[in-house]
């Protein structure tokens, strides 16, 4: 993290002139309902990695990602980490929290935890949570704005688009500095379609990381949805990942080679396809280590 720290204060202001061009587009939304929100964050324009948009049918589907993943996972908390940690009075962070569901929802069950959740961009809610919730905005990968033994359980998911391959060790080493010896660390990230590239062995490889940065590992799971299943929760998540493609048209038209109309064809063969023999699958991986 040391390393990083003398690009810290640029960026900072780069994200808080960024985080008020957001407050104006915001603004002027309200105005102009009609006008198109599908291009308030780009990787052209943004300091950070993350590519894909914060309007309010992304932050929809993230509550929805949430809900299917609690379904897929049986909870919120793995076994293992519930059942050595008193979440009653517990110390959380969530980091990357985006709209702050799993955050919320955990901090209901456990009213008497200390919840915090910290994301590049302010999509939480601001007003209206519960009241053992807080959140603050920032950028991860400039280190995390909190002391060293100060949480009980850190809780990252899907960050698989916001981190390269280098940025996982020092994301995880700057976490194991903010648990509290014994501390628990419950990463829960996903491959993309593909079942074998460099990305998917390095997410699904994260115990080694986690090995040599001296966590404990206590338990991994990996899941899979094969999209060619009926249930209810397959549906779910086929339109999930679908809705991804949708919400990130700006950043992939280009890439994919489909404009306009032929964007919206492209997305209903993409659904029809996903669902065909041999079954497209989209696998989850969460670890639960220990510090
Ligand atoms: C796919 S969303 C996942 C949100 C949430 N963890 C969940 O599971 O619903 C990834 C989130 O990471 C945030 N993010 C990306 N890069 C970040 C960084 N460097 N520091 C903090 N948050 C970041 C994004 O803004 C986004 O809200």
Redesign the pocket.
Known sequence: MGNRVSAAAARKKRLSEKNNEKINEKNSDIQTSSTSNLDRRSSEVST???W?P?HNDELDR?SS??FALKILYDGNISNQIASKLNMDNAVVL??????G??LMDVATEFPGGDFHG????D?FPRNIRPANVHFQS????EGLPFPDNTFDLVNM???Y??LKKDEWSLMFKEIYRVLKPGGFLQSCECTTIETGNEFVQQTANACDILRKLNYKILDYEPKIISFAQTDVLTKEFLWNMVQICRNAQPMLEEQFGYTGDQYAHFLTTFEAELQKKPEAAWSFHRHSAQK
């Not at 969530?94 to 709209?99: A, E, R």
């Not at 910290?118 to 961009?121: A, C, T």
């Not at 920032?138 to 990968?141: E, N």
């Open positions: 950070v990695t993350y894909l914060n993230l990602q949430h969530d980091v990357g929290c985006g709209p569901t799993w910290i994301d590049v961009y999509i920032c950028d991860a990968l998911r899907m960050l688009v916001a």
